[in-house]
């Protein structure tokens, strides 16, 4: 049976079987009636679990729609490898009929085996400021999560530890950047009324080209380069050679932050192509020394500025919109800075940092967001510090100990 009826027992399950439908229904009953949870498994479904953030962020003037094609690609098997080597199950709540909430249960292998192998995700929840549906909706994921062995669940998480991560619990009175998570002041009040307690922040800075550098990083740049370290902007031209030197370093310059998981080839690939078409080669550096690459930056420019009259839409005029406003983009975020661990006492995240500020200047963006980064990283966000970087939002990975 697809679609969980409130006010309409189940069929009795074998005896000491967790069922799910069955705990919901004591959840929802005593409140409303006309509450359904419905796992998605038809296109129409997975057409109302795309749609539900348009509806739900209408007039909302800080909210930047997505794609709708993007949105569509995220769940399809051929388009996204994440989700190949993903467990996945979406859910949406209904009530009298109209979709109010959505969530999704996910499970990664690749951050069992690395971290934690009971741990599992929830990620992609949008609900309304219904405290009923939104316990309904984490009652529904955590109970497909059970089977699946998860006694600690986190999030909120874009299907992987590589995208989006954390609910927007300040910082609410500015548009979000690009590839940046946004969400309603609510939620996090329906977060922990599910009964979530914080488990990890993450900062988000500002800077812009007047705040100046602190004297220290001059000082660090001279020691860098008498210890032979240079610094270059990726060559466009050997697209494919940079991007496999990009992915080499990405995987080994994050090994040991808390919750990575290697991107493959394959989900490295997919996530280039998308930037292709907006990405600024002067904003992708590499710090290099003794001929060999031991750190990179990554910054794009903030296409949402672009994209917040669209409406999530490139027909008619989307494309042409998009394509002649792509290089008057005059904000940016700088999303990745990476250093090789053997190369970390040489001042070369100061110095990358440092570089991306003065390529930004040249660019003429006015205005850059530092994120995210992890609230006990402590010598990443002393290099933020010192390139004058402003803590502007933050954002909460949450987490639940389930009973065993």
Same mark, same amino acid.
């Given at each position: 049976?697809?679609?969980?009826?409130?006010?309409?027992?189940?069929?009795?399950?074998?005896?000491?079987?967790?069922?799910?439908?069955?705990?919901?229904?004591?959840?929802?009953?005593?409140?409303?009636?006309?509450?359904?949870?419905?796992?998605?498994?038809?296109?129409?479904?997975?057409?109302? !679990?795309?749609?539900?953030?348009?509806?739900?962020?209408?007039?909302?003037?800080?909210?930047?729609?997505?794609?709708?094609?993007?949105?569509?690609?995220?769940?399809?098997?051929?388009?996204?490898?994440?989700?190949?080597?993903?467990?996945?199950?979406?859910?949406?709540?209904?009530?009298? +009929?109209?979709?109010?909430?959505?969530?999704?249960?996910?499970?990664?292998? &690749? !951050?069992?085996?690395?971290?934690?192998?009971?741990?599992?995700? !929830?990620?992609?929840?949008?609900?309304?400021?219904?405290?009923?549906?939104?316990?309904?909706?984490?009652? =529904?994921?955590?109970?497909?999560?059970?089977?699946?062995?998860?006694? *600690?669940?986190?999030? #909120?998480?874009?299907?992987?530890?590589?995208?989006?991560?954390?609910?927007?619990?300040?910082?609410?009175?500015?548009? #979000?950047?690009?590839?940046?998570?946004?969400?309603?002041?609510?939620?996090?009040?329906?977060?922990?009324? =599910? &009964?979530?307690?914080?488990? @990890?922040?993450?900062? $988000? *800075?500002?800077?812009?080209?007047?705040?100046?550098?602190? #004297?220290?990083?001059?000082?660090?740049?001279?020691?860098?380069?008498?210890? &032979?370290?240079?610094?270059? #902007?990726? *060559?466009?031209?050997?697209?494919? $050679?940079?991007?496999?030197?990009?992915?080499?370093?990405?995987?080994?310059?994050?090994?040991?932050?808390?919750?990575?998981?290697?991107?493959?080839?394959?989900?490295?690939?997919?996530?280039?192509?998308?930037?292709?078409?907006?990405?600024?080669?002067?904003?992708? @550096?590499?710090?290099?020394?003794?001929?060999? =690459?031991? +750190?990179?930056?990554?910054?794009?420019?903030?296409?949402?500025?672009?994209?917040?009259?669209?409406?999530?839409?490139?027909?008619?005029?989307?494309?042409?919109?998009?394509?002649?406003?792509?290089?008057?983009?005059?904000?940016?975020?700088?999303?990745?800075?990476?250093?090789?661990?053997? *190369?970390? $006492?040489? +001042?070369?995240?100061?110095?990358?940092?440092?570089?991306?500020?003065?390529? =930004?200047?040249?660019?003429?963006?006015?205005?850059?967001?530092?994120?995210?980064?992890?609230?006990?990283?402590?010598?990443?966000?002393?290099?933020?510090?010192?390139?004058?970087?402003?803590?502007?939002?933050?954002?909460?990975?949450?987490?639940?100990?389930?009973?065993?």
């Amino acid at each position: 049976m697809r679609s969980t009826k409130m006010g309409r027992r189940q069929e009795s399950v074998k005896r000491g079987a967790f069922d799910a439908s069955r705990w919901i229904w004591h959840r929802v009953v005593m409140a409303r009636e006309a509450l359904d949870i419905v796992p998605v498994s038809s296109r129409t479904e997975s057409r109302a !679990f795309c749609a539900l953030p348009y509806a739900l962020y209408r007039g909302d003037p800080y909210w930047v729609s997505p794609l709708r094609t993007m949105e569509r690609r995220r769940w399809s098997l051929r388009d996204n490898a994440s989700l190949r080597t993903r467990r996945v199950r979406r859910f949406l709540a209904r009530r009298d +009929g109209r979709v109010v909430g959505r969530i999704a249960s996910i499970v990664d292998p &690749g !951050f069992a085996a690395r971290w934690e192998a009971e741990a599992g995700f !929830f990620g992609f929840f949008e609900c309304a400021d219904d405290a009923v549906a939104a316990r309904a909706l984490f009652g =529904a994921a955590e109970a497909d999560l059970c089977t699946q062995g998860v006694r *600690h669940v986190l999030g #909120p998480v874009s299907l992987t530890t590589n995208d989006e991560v954390g609910l927007l619990v300040d910082g609410f009175d500015s548009r #979000p950047m690009v590839l940046s998570p946004y969400n309603a002041p609510y939620y996090a009040r329906l977060v922990e009324a =599910a &009964g979530y307690a914080p488990r @990890l922040d993450y900062y $988000a *800075h500002a800077w812009t080209p007047d705040t100046g550098l602190a #004297p220290v990083v001059a000082r660090l740049r001279r020691l860098a380069a008498r210890d &032979g370290v240079t610094v270059r #902007p990726v *060559h466009p031209r050997r697209w494919d $050679a940079e991007n496999r030197l990009l992915f080499e370093l990405y995987n080994a310059s994050f090994a040991d932050l808390w919750g990575f998981v290697p991107l493959t080839w394959d989900e490295y690939r997919e996530r280039a192509g998308d930037f292709r078409a907006f990405y600024r080669p002067e904003l992708v @550096l590499f710090a290099e020394r003794g001929g060999r =690459a031991v +750190g990179f930056g990554l910054s794009l420019p903030d296409i949402n500025e672009l994209l917040a009259p669209l409406g999530g839409r490139l027909w008619p005029f989307g494309w042409l919109q998009l394509a002649r406003g792509i290089h008057r983009i005059r904000s940016a975020r700088f999303i990745l800075l990476g250093v090789l661990p053997e *190369h970390r $006492a040489r +001042g070369v995240a100061v110095v990358i940092a440092a570089e991306m500020a003065d390529a =930004a200047h040249r660019l003429g963006i006015d205005r850059a967001e530092l994120s995210l980064v992890q609230a006990d990283n402590r010598k990443i966000q002393a290099v933020i510090a010192a390139c004058g970087g402003a803590r502007i939002k933050t954002y909460r990975l949450y987490e639940r100990r389930l009973a065993g």
